[in-house]
């Protein structure tokens, strides 16, 4: 599933408890960094494992002080993506 939009992302994320979620960096609306705030100041979804997606030019250790529990960068390796999921579901 997915949303197009931060607020949609809370609002499925809250309604589905998802075992993880890729979370874009750059969205309309409310960006990911906005989103990773609200998702880990919820009881429902604080424990969710986070994975920024992004084009931005920052290191892993950036997103991991933000919260995140890891990152990918664009654009997205099929194989790297698959580890990322293994390692945190």
Do not use: C
Request: proline share 6%; charged share 30%.
């Amino acid at each position: 599933m997915a949303a197009y939009h931060g607020r949609g992302a809370i609002e499925m994320a809250q309604q589905y408890q998802p075992d993880l979620i890729l979370l874009d960096i750059m969205m309309p609306e409310m960006d990911g960094m906005e989103v990773l705030k609200r998702l880990r100041n919820n009881p429902k979804t604080r424990e969710t494992p986070i994975i920024a997606v992004t084009g931005m030019d920052r290191n892993r250790e950036y997103f991991l002080s933000a919260g995140f529990d890891d990152w990918l960068g664009k654009p997205i390796e099929l194989e790297k993506l698959e580890e990322v999921i293994r390692r945190h579901i």
